[in-house]
Nanobody, 120 residues
Framework: QLQLVESGGGLVQPGGSLRLSCVAH????????MGWYRQASGAEREMVAT???????QIQNTVKGRFTISRDNVKNTISLQMNDLKLEDTALYFC??????????????WGQGTQVTVAS
């Protein structure tokens, strides 16, 4: 099992930058996809960016060009560099990791979230 710990959230002005990080603690066996999701107040949780163990990246169109996801397969960490932050980026950001099970399925693990607030 994995335990995911996010950090790096905070309060930032529009146009500012933040860098989120997530560390996966526990067994690193067969961690497939890691990524970032966010949930704004009153909204559904949405995918922000994901990266596979092989480096394939998916990123939400609304943040493309502003956000960059990176992954360190050795350290089992991912980062989300967020530039030119906008008010609509305000949300609780969650780290996700999927891991293959002994039965060849997948389990999903979620961090507890780190708050990003963009405000003047």
């Amino acid at each position: 099992q994995l335990q995911l710990v996010e950090s790096g959230g905070g309060l930032v002005q529009p146009g500012g930058s933040l860098r989120l990080s997530c560390v996966a603690h526990g067994s690193s066996w067969k961690i497939n996809t890691m990524g970032w999701y966010r949930q704004a107040s009153g909204a559904e949780r949405e995918m922000v960016a994901t990266v596979s163990s092989g480096g394939r990246i998916q990123i939400q169109n609304t943040v493309k060009g502003r956000f960059t996801i990176s992954r360190d397969n050795v350290k089992n960490t991912i980062s989300l560099q967020m530039n030119d932050l906008k008010l609509e980026d305000t949300a609780l950001y969650f780290c996700l990791a999927s891991q293959m099970t002994m039965n060849l399925g997948e389990n999903e693990y979620w961090g507890q979230g780190t708050q990003v607030t963009v405000a003047s």
